[in-house]
């Protein structure tokens, strides 16, 4: 049976324009209890994590390091705890479960991809081989993200026999509502038998998205301009 993916590296490139940065946070070198460095996060990036599933009452010291992407700051705290990130509700709600889980993540800037299960399939009529990865892109709730290609482009897929498979394309674009998770599989042809891991999958998603949203305001018709960004209002109507 294939394990999961021992190197993921996703990145997320945002459509026509600057890559979109992290939250960074810093973590101190003094003793907390979970609990307070949820706290502590929560008052550096504006996102709440729930760890009343864990023991918020387990003193943590981590090193003093410079300031980094949240969700690499939370990934390490939650492995100090021994128990791992959950997202929920459309990844609107992150979370902290018991155990340590050993799923690959990948981290770029804002955006958090996570494999979640390898199936391997056979076609029964003509015995083709083929593995599906399936993966989380998440983000943080405070981005909006518009559209997502699906699946991701594949650059590098490798298993632990060291045999290649064939790069792949992005896929067509799909829409986002009101969410911040984002599911996608990835497909794999010819894996042989033997494999035991798929050892490394590279690539990227495109994602059209903002660092955040302006309103504007308008009591009559004008034009108004914030950061650098201008609407124009001609007339009112009904």
């Known amino acids: 049976m294939l394990r999961l993916i021992s190197v993921l590296l996703l990145t997320c490139a945002a459509v026509a324009g600057e890559p979109i940065p992290a939250t960074n946070v810093t973590l101190e070198d003094h003793p907390r209890t979970l609990s307070e460095m949820m706290d502590f996060l929560k008052k550096q990036s504006g996102i709440a994590i729930d760890s009343s599933k864990v023991d918020g009452s387990k003193k943590l010291l981590t090193p003093r390091e410079a300031p980094q992407p949240f969700w ?5 705290l939650a492995r100090h705890a021994d128990c791992h990130v959950v997202v929920r509700d459309r990844g609107k709600s992150i979370m902290l479960a018991p155990g340590v889980v050993k799923s690959p993540a990948s981290i770029d800037g804002p955006f958090r991809v996570v494999a979640t299960s390898v199936v391997g399939r056979v076609d029964l009529q003509t015995l083709a081989r083929s593995t599906d990865i399936h993966l989380d892109l998440h983000w943080e709730p405070r981005l909006p993200v518009f559209r997502i290609s699906s699946p991701p482009s594949i650059t590098t897929a490798t298993d632990d026999l060291g045999q290649k498979f064939p790069t792949r394309p992005a896929g067509v674009y799909s829409a986002i509502g009101d969410s911040a998770l984002f599911s996608a599989t990835v497909r794999l042809d010819g ?19 903002a660092p955040k949203l302006l309103a504007f305001t308008f009591k009559s018709p004008g034009s108004e301009t914030k950061e650098k960004v201008t609407v124009t209002l001609t007339k009112f109507a009904a």
């Not at 690499?72 to 390490?76: E, G, I, T, W």
């Not at 038998?193 to 059209?208: C, H, M, P």
């Open 72 to 76: 690499q700051a939370l990934d390490k």
């Open 191 to 209: 894996v042989s038998r033997a494999a035991k891991a798929i050892a490394v999958l590279e690539g990227s998603f495109n994602v059209t998205a």
